[in-house]
Protein backbone atom coordinates (compact mmCIF):
# COMPACT_ATOMS: atom_id res chain seq x y z
CA UNK A 1 0.00 0.00 0.00
CA UNK A 2 1.46 3.78 -1.00
CA UNK A 3 2.32 6.00 1.87
CA UNK A 4 0.04 7.72 3.65
CA UNK A 5 2.16 10.81 3.20
CA UNK A 6 5.60 12.30 3.99
CA UNK A 7 6.28 14.67 7.26
CA UNK A 8 9.14 16.69 8.67
CA UNK A 9 9.76 17.33 12.23
CA UNK A 10 11.40 20.24 13.26
CA UNK A 11 12.59 20.94 17.00
CA UNK A 12 15.46 22.37 18.61
CA UNK A 13 15.61 21.11 22.40
CA UNK A 14 17.72 17.84 22.02
CA UNK A 15 19.41 15.54 19.29
CA UNK A 16 17.78 12.79 17.57
CA UNK A 17 17.52 9.98 18.79
CA UNK A 18 18.32 11.28 22.30
CA UNK A 19 15.24 13.04 22.76
CA UNK A 20 13.03 10.03 23.77
CA UNK A 21 9.24 11.73 23.21
CA UNK A 22 10.31 13.19 19.67
CA UNK A 23 12.18 9.51 18.39
CA UNK A 24 9.25 6.99 19.51
CA UNK A 25 6.72 9.85 18.10
CA UNK A 26 8.42 9.43 14.78
CA UNK A 27 8.68 6.08 14.70
CA UNK A 28 5.05 5.47 15.59
CA UNK A 29 4.64 7.22 12.49
CA UNK A 30 7.33 5.89 10.39
CA UNK A 31 5.63 2.10 11.47
CA UNK A 32 2.07 3.27 10.40
CA UNK A 33 3.75 3.71 6.37
CA UNK A 34 4.64 7.88 6.83
CA UNK A 35 7.79 8.91 5.03
CA UNK A 36 9.48 10.26 7.67
CA UNK A 37 12.29 13.05 8.29
CA UNK A 38 13.85 15.42 11.03
CA UNK A 39 15.81 18.37 11.76
CA UNK A 40 17.39 19.00 14.86
CA UNK A 41 21.07 20.23 16.47
CA UNK A 42 23.71 18.36 16.65
CA UNK A 43 24.54 16.85 19.96
CA UNK A 44 25.55 13.68 21.94
CA UNK A 45 24.37 10.69 20.13
CA UNK A 46 24.08 12.35 17.38
CA UNK A 47 27.04 13.92 15.72
CA UNK A 48 26.26 13.05 11.72
CA UNK A 49 25.23 16.32 9.60
CA UNK A 50 22.68 13.54 7.95
CA UNK A 51 21.49 9.91 8.69
CA UNK A 52 19.44 7.86 8.63
CA UNK A 53 18.12 5.41 11.28
CA UNK A 54 15.55 3.28 11.45
CA UNK A 55 13.92 4.97 7.77
CA UNK A 56 13.91 8.14 9.24
CA UNK A 57 16.55 10.52 7.84
CA UNK A 58 17.84 13.25 10.30
CA UNK A 59 19.58 16.45 9.35
CA UNK A 60 21.39 18.24 12.12
CA UNK A 61 23.38 21.44 12.44
CA UNK A 62 26.02 22.56 14.80
CA UNK A 63 24.46 23.43 18.30
CA UNK A 64 24.67 27.24 18.93
CA UNK A 65 27.16 28.21 21.88
CA UNK A 66 25.76 27.48 25.20
CA UNK A 67 23.39 30.60 27.10
CA UNK A 68 23.35 32.74 29.97
CA UNK A 69 20.77 35.20 30.29
CA UNK A 70 17.66 36.64 28.26
CA UNK A 71 19.42 38.01 24.96
CA UNK A 72 21.51 35.08 24.48
CA UNK A 73 18.71 32.98 24.76
CA UNK A 74 16.90 35.49 21.89
CA UNK A 75 20.51 34.58 20.05
CA UNK A 76 20.07 30.74 20.71
CA UNK A 77 16.81 30.98 19.17
CA UNK A 78 17.31 33.22 16.38
CA UNK A 79 20.66 30.88 15.49
CA UNK A 80 18.39 27.87 15.44
CA UNK A 81 15.87 29.07 13.41
CA UNK A 82 18.13 29.95 10.62
CA UNK A 83 19.44 26.44 10.79
CA UNK A 84 16.10 25.00 10.48
CA UNK A 85 14.83 27.21 7.75
CA UNK A 86 17.70 26.27 5.76
CA UNK A 87 17.95 22.74 6.29
CA UNK A 88 13.64 22.52 5.60
CA UNK A 89 14.63 23.90 2.26
CA UNK A 90 17.53 21.13 2.06
CA UNK A 91 14.61 18.37 2.57
CA UNK A 92 12.25 20.22 0.33
CA UNK A 93 15.31 19.59 -1.86
CA UNK A 94 15.49 16.01 -1.15
CA UNK A 95 12.42 14.18 0.46
CA UNK A 96 10.00 16.44 0.05
CA UNK A 97 6.65 16.47 2.44
CA UNK A 98 3.49 17.20 3.16
CA UNK A 99 2.84 18.04 7.42
CA UNK A 100 5.58 20.24 9.05
CA UNK A 101 5.27 18.86 12.62
CA UNK A 102 7.46 21.03 15.26
CA UNK A 103 8.02 20.36 18.81
CA UNK A 104 8.42 23.87 21.44
CA UNK A 105 10.40 24.96 22.73
CA UNK A 106 10.71 27.57 20.81
CA UNK A 107 7.41 28.94 19.64
CA UNK A 108 9.07 30.13 16.73
CA UNK A 109 8.35 27.18 13.94
CA UNK A 110 5.43 28.63 12.49
CA UNK A 111 7.13 31.60 10.65
CA UNK A 112 8.80 28.63 8.74
CA UNK A 113 5.97 26.60 8.37
CA UNK A 114 3.58 29.61 7.07
CA UNK A 115 4.99 30.19 3.26
CA UNK A 116 4.50 25.77 2.96
CA UNK A 117 0.75 26.24 3.89
CA UNK A 118 0.06 28.21 0.83
CA UNK A 119 0.95 25.47 -0.87
CA UNK A 120 -1.87 22.87 1.00
CA UNK A 121 1.27 21.88 3.63
CA UNK A 122 -0.41 20.96 7.42
CA UNK A 123 1.13 22.46 10.40
CA UNK A 124 1.09 19.87 13.41
CA UNK A 125 2.25 21.97 16.50
CA UNK A 126 3.45 19.48 19.15
CA UNK A 127 3.11 21.12 22.34
CA UNK A 128 5.87 20.40 24.83
CA UNK A 129 5.97 23.38 26.91
CA UNK A 130 4.68 26.86 27.68
CA UNK A 131 7.15 28.79 26.86
CA UNK A 132 6.03 32.37 28.79
CA UNK A 133 5.82 30.47 31.80
CA UNK A 134 9.03 28.57 31.66
CA UNK A 135 10.54 32.39 30.76
CA UNK A 136 8.94 33.40 34.27
CA UNK A 137 10.16 30.18 35.96
CA UNK A 138 13.67 30.99 35.04
CA UNK A 139 13.61 34.67 35.40
CA UNK A 140 11.37 35.26 37.55
CA UNK A 141 7.53 36.11 38.21
CA UNK A 142 7.84 39.45 38.51
CA UNK A 143 8.91 39.76 34.70
CA UNK A 144 5.09 38.79 33.95
CA UNK A 145 4.00 41.13 31.50
CA UNK A 146 7.08 42.54 30.71
CA UNK A 147 8.51 43.11 26.71
CA UNK A 148 10.17 39.37 26.92
CA UNK A 149 7.21 37.82 28.28
CA UNK A 150 4.41 39.16 26.01
CA UNK A 151 6.50 38.81 23.19
CA UNK A 152 6.44 35.00 24.09
CA UNK A 153 2.61 34.87 24.40
CA UNK A 154 2.44 36.19 21.33
CA UNK A 155 4.72 33.87 19.33
CA UNK A 156 2.64 31.24 21.17
CA UNK A 157 -0.56 32.92 19.91
CA UNK A 158 0.27 32.57 16.14
CA UNK A 159 2.15 28.98 17.03
CA UNK A 160 -1.89 27.97 18.00
CA UNK A 161 -3.12 30.26 15.36
CA UNK A 162 -1.06 28.62 12.35
CA UNK A 163 -1.46 25.26 13.01
CA UNK A 164 -3.62 22.62 11.59
CA UNK A 165 -3.33 20.24 14.60
CA UNK A 166 -2.34 20.54 18.17
CA UNK A 167 -1.01 17.46 20.04
CA UNK A 168 -1.08 18.41 24.05
CA UNK A 169 0.72 16.27 26.32
CA UNK A 170 -1.72 16.13 28.88
CA UNK A 171 -5.38 17.67 29.95
CA UNK A 172 -3.59 20.82 31.53
CA UNK A 173 -2.06 21.89 27.77
CA UNK A 174 -5.42 20.60 26.15
CA UNK A 175 -6.92 23.71 27.80
CA UNK A 176 -4.60 26.03 26.94
CA UNK A 177 -5.06 25.17 23.68
CA UNK A 178 -8.76 25.64 24.02
CA UNK A 179 -8.60 28.47 26.16
CA UNK A 180 -5.65 30.59 25.56
CA UNK A 181 -4.53 29.04 21.49
CA UNK A 182 -8.71 29.30 20.90
CA UNK A 183 -8.77 26.16 18.92
CA UNK A 184 -11.35 23.69 18.56
CA UNK A 185 -11.91 20.66 20.50
CA UNK A 186 -11.67 18.97 17.17
CA UNK A 187 -8.14 20.08 16.42
CA UNK A 188 -6.51 19.22 19.75
CA UNK A 189 -5.25 15.52 20.62
CA UNK A 190 -3.67 14.44 24.19
CA UNK A 191 -0.96 12.54 23.61
CA UNK A 192 0.79 12.06 26.69
CA UNK A 193 4.41 11.17 27.06
CA UNK A 194 5.46 7.89 28.74
CA UNK A 195 8.43 5.54 28.60
CA UNK A 196 8.23 2.59 25.72
CA UNK A 197 7.18 -0.89 27.20
CA UNK A 198 9.55 -2.17 25.34
CA UNK A 199 12.40 -0.50 27.05
CA UNK A 200 10.78 -1.50 30.24
CA UNK A 201 9.45 -5.10 29.81
CA UNK A 202 11.72 -6.33 32.40
CA UNK A 203 12.09 -4.63 36.25
CA UNK A 204 16.24 -4.92 36.49
CA UNK A 205 17.71 -6.60 39.08
CA UNK A 206 19.32 -4.49 42.10
CA UNK A 207 23.19 -3.74 42.12
CA UNK A 208 24.21 -2.99 45.57
CA UNK A 209 27.54 -1.42 44.42
CA UNK A 210 25.30 2.08 43.42
CA UNK A 211 24.26 2.36 47.13
CA UNK A 212 27.92 2.82 47.79
CA UNK A 213 28.21 1.19 51.57
CA UNK A 214 25.06 2.76 52.58
CA UNK A 215 21.81 0.86 53.15
CA UNK A 216 19.54 2.60 51.33
CA UNK A 217 20.05 5.15 47.99
CA UNK A 218 17.71 7.76 46.69
CA UNK A 219 18.14 9.04 43.46
CA UNK A 220 17.01 11.75 41.07
CA UNK A 221 16.90 11.28 37.07
CA UNK A 222 16.40 14.25 34.89
CA UNK A 223 17.34 17.64 33.31
CA UNK A 224 19.04 19.96 35.72
CA UNK A 225 17.41 23.37 34.30
CA UNK A 226 16.48 26.17 36.91
CA UNK A 227 13.16 25.18 36.73
CA UNK A 228 13.99 21.80 37.84
CA UNK A 229 14.33 22.25 41.53
CA UNK A 230 17.37 19.71 41.96
CA UNK A 231 18.31 22.32 44.59
CA UNK A 232 15.51 21.30 46.68
CA UNK A 233 16.65 17.55 46.79
CA UNK A 234 20.42 18.47 47.53
CA UNK A 235 19.11 21.06 50.82
CA UNK A 236 16.67 18.07 51.41
CA UNK A 237 19.59 15.36 51.40
CA UNK A 238 21.18 17.94 54.43
CA UNK A 239 18.38 17.82 56.42
CA UNK A 240 18.41 14.67 55.95
CA UNK A 241 21.91 14.35 57.09
CA UNK A 242 21.32 15.74 60.35
CA UNK A 243 19.55 12.89 61.84
CA UNK A 244 20.63 9.54 59.60
CA UNK A 245 23.60 8.81 57.76
CA UNK A 246 22.44 5.80 56.05
CA UNK A 247 21.46 7.11 52.85
CA UNK A 248 23.30 7.78 49.56
CA UNK A 249 22.13 10.20 46.73
CA UNK A 250 22.49 9.66 42.93
CA UNK A 251 21.71 12.37 40.59
CA UNK A 252 21.67 11.32 37.33
CA UNK A 253 21.59 13.93 34.14
CA UNK A 254 22.73 17.12 33.26
CA UNK A 255 21.84 21.11 32.64
CA UNK A 256 22.55 24.26 33.06
CA UNK A 257 22.38 24.07 36.57
CA UNK A 258 24.58 21.27 36.56
CA UNK A 259 27.90 22.60 38.04
CA UNK A 260 26.20 24.76 40.28
CA UNK A 261 24.78 21.66 41.93
CA UNK A 262 28.27 20.40 42.30
CA UNK A 263 29.09 23.42 44.26
CA UNK A 264 25.50 23.72 46.41
CA UNK A 265 26.00 19.98 47.35
CA UNK A 266 29.96 20.50 48.06
CA UNK A 267 29.18 23.75 50.20
CA UNK A 268 26.87 21.76 52.50
CA UNK A 269 28.93 19.20 53.05
CA UNK A 270 27.78 16.70 51.23
CA UNK A 271 30.39 15.55 49.04
CA UNK A 272 30.25 11.04 49.64
CA UNK A 273 26.50 11.41 50.19
CA UNK A 274 25.63 13.10 46.67
CA UNK A 275 26.96 11.58 43.74
CA UNK A 276 26.27 13.65 40.03
CA UNK A 277 26.49 10.98 37.14
CA UNK A 278 26.05 13.47 34.36
CA UNK A 279 24.35 11.70 31.32
CA UNK A 280 25.09 8.33 31.06
CA UNK A 281 24.01 5.27 29.23
CA UNK A 282 19.63 3.75 29.74
CA UNK A 283 21.57 0.79 30.70
CA UNK A 284 22.97 2.61 33.89
CA UNK A 285 20.17 4.79 34.29
CA UNK A 286 17.94 1.56 34.40
CA UNK A 287 20.41 -0.46 37.00
CA UNK A 288 20.69 2.58 39.17
CA UNK A 289 16.70 3.44 39.36
CA UNK A 290 16.67 -0.52 39.58
CA UNK A 291 18.58 0.16 43.07
CA UNK A 292 17.10 2.69 44.58
CA UNK A 293 14.93 2.46 47.28
CA UNK A 294 12.98 6.17 46.78
CA UNK A 295 12.95 8.25 43.79
CA UNK A 296 12.15 11.94 43.81
CA UNK A 297 10.59 14.37 41.90
CA UNK A 298 11.52 17.75 43.22
CA UNK A 299 10.02 20.34 40.69
CA UNK A 300 8.91 23.20 42.69
CA UNK A 301 5.49 24.77 42.39
CA UNK A 302 5.15 27.45 39.79
CA UNK A 303 2.77 28.15 36.66
CA UNK A 304 4.62 26.02 34.20
CA UNK A 305 5.58 22.62 36.59
CA UNK A 306 1.84 22.35 38.14
CA UNK A 307 0.62 21.84 34.71
CA UNK A 308 3.36 19.96 33.30
CA UNK A 309 4.20 15.86 32.76
CA UNK A 310 7.50 14.94 34.09
CA UNK A 311 8.97 11.74 32.39
CA UNK A 312 10.99 11.20 35.45
CA UNK A 313 7.89 10.22 37.36
CA UNK A 314 6.87 7.92 34.43
CA UNK A 315 10.51 6.52 34.38
CA UNK A 316 10.35 6.05 38.21
CA UNK A 317 6.72 4.12 37.54
CA UNK A 318 7.98 2.06 35.34
CA UNK A 319 10.72 0.90 37.39
CA UNK A 320 8.35 0.22 40.20
CA UNK A 321 9.80 3.05 42.36
CA UNK A 322 7.80 4.89 45.02
CA UNK A 323 8.20 8.42 44.15
CA UNK A 324 8.71 11.29 46.14
CA UNK A 325 7.66 14.78 44.95
CA UNK A 326 5.79 18.16 45.71
CA UNK A 327 2.04 18.27 45.28
CA UNK A 328 1.37 19.39 41.64
CA UNK A 329 -1.58 19.15 39.38
CA UNK A 330 0.49 16.65 37.18
CA UNK A 331 2.50 14.79 39.44
CA UNK A 332 -0.85 13.28 40.80
CA UNK A 333 -2.28 12.51 37.24
CA UNK A 334 0.87 10.99 36.58
CA UNK A 335 1.59 9.06 40.07
CA UNK A 336 -1.72 8.92 41.46
CA UNK A 337 -1.73 6.66 44.70
CA UNK A 338 1.95 5.70 43.71
CA UNK A 339 3.85 8.89 45.45
CA UNK A 340 4.34 10.53 48.84
CA UNK A 341 3.59 14.45 48.04
CA UNK A 342 5.23 16.63 50.00
CA UNK A 343 4.13 20.55 51.13
CA UNK A 344 5.49 22.38 47.81
CA UNK A 345 8.77 24.12 47.52
CA UNK A 346 9.08 23.09 51.64
CA UNK A 347 12.97 21.03 51.62
CA UNK A 348 11.95 20.23 55.15
CA UNK A 349 8.80 18.30 53.86
CA UNK A 350 10.38 16.64 51.25
CA UNK A 351 12.98 15.20 53.59
CA UNK A 352 10.43 14.57 55.72
CA UNK A 353 8.73 12.48 53.24
CA UNK A 354 12.03 10.71 51.77
CA UNK A 355 12.52 9.69 55.31
CA UNK A 356 8.83 8.11 56.17
CA UNK A 357 9.50 5.94 53.05
CA UNK A 358 12.83 4.62 53.89
CA UNK A 359 11.81 3.57 57.47
CA UNK A 360 8.88 2.02 55.65
CA UNK A 361 9.38 -1.10 53.50
CA UNK A 362 5.64 -2.29 53.68
CA UNK A 363 4.60 1.37 51.98
CA UNK A 364 7.36 1.35 49.15
CA UNK A 365 6.34 -2.00 48.36
CA UNK A 366 3.25 -0.90 48.14
CA UNK A 367 3.45 2.09 46.12
CA UNK A 368 6.17 0.78 43.98
CA UNK A 369 3.83 -1.97 42.99
CA UNK A 370 1.15 0.21 42.33
CA UNK A 371 3.22 2.12 39.79
CA UNK A 372 4.64 -0.89 37.67
CA UNK A 373 1.19 -1.74 37.16
CA UNK A 374 -0.16 1.96 36.28
CA UNK A 375 2.91 2.29 33.67
CA UNK A 376 1.93 -1.20 32.02
CA UNK A 377 -1.89 -0.47 32.28
CA UNK A 378 -1.91 3.09 30.96
CA UNK A 379 0.88 5.23 31.21
CA UNK A 380 3.36 2.83 28.92
CA UNK A 381 3.77 5.09 25.16
CA UNK A 382 2.24 1.92 23.61
CA UNK A 383 -1.13 3.09 25.02
CA UNK A 384 -0.59 6.72 23.37
CA UNK A 385 0.87 5.82 19.98
CA UNK A 386 -2.39 5.09 18.17
CA UNK A 387 -3.79 8.44 19.47
CA UNK A 388 -0.84 10.03 17.24
CA UNK A 389 -1.66 7.74 14.08
CA UNK A 390 -5.47 8.72 14.10
CA UNK A 391 -5.02 12.09 14.35
CA UNK A 392 -2.60 12.36 11.74
CA UNK A 393 -5.25 10.15 9.75
CA UNK A 394 -8.11 12.92 10.66
CA UNK A 395 -5.84 15.78 9.35
CA UNK A 396 -4.88 14.37 5.98
CA UNK A 397 -7.88 11.87 5.40
CA UNK A 398 -5.48 9.24 4.44
CA UNK A 399 -5.62 5.36 6.22
CA UNK A 400 -2.49 4.24 7.70
CA UNK A 401 -0.60 1.78 5.68
Known sequence: MASPGRLLHLSENLTLPFDRRVWMELNALHGAGWEVSAICPMGEGGREAYEVLNGIAIWRYPPPPETSGFVSYVWEF???????????LTALG?????????????DTFWAIALPFK????KFVFDHHDLCPELYLSRFGERRA???????LQWLERMQFACADLVISTNESYRQVALERGRKRPDQVRVVRSGPSHERFAVVREPDPTFKRGKPFLVAYLGVMAPQDGVDHLVRAAQILM????DVAFTFIGAGDSFEELKRLSASLG???VCTFTGRISDADVERILATADVCVSPDPKNPLNDVSTMNKVLEYMACAKPVVCFDLREHRHSAGEGALYAEPNRDEDLAAKISQLLDDPALRERLGAYNRRRFLDTLAWEHNAGTLIEAYEELCGKPRA
Not at 78 to 88: E, G, K, S, V
Not at 94 to 106: E, G, K, S
Not at 145 to 151: E, F, M, T
Open 270 to 272: LNG
Open 78 to 88: LYCWLQTARLT
Open 242 to 245: RTRS
Open 145 to 151: GNLPHRA
Open 118 to 121: LFGV
Open 94 to 106: RRRFDVIHTANPP
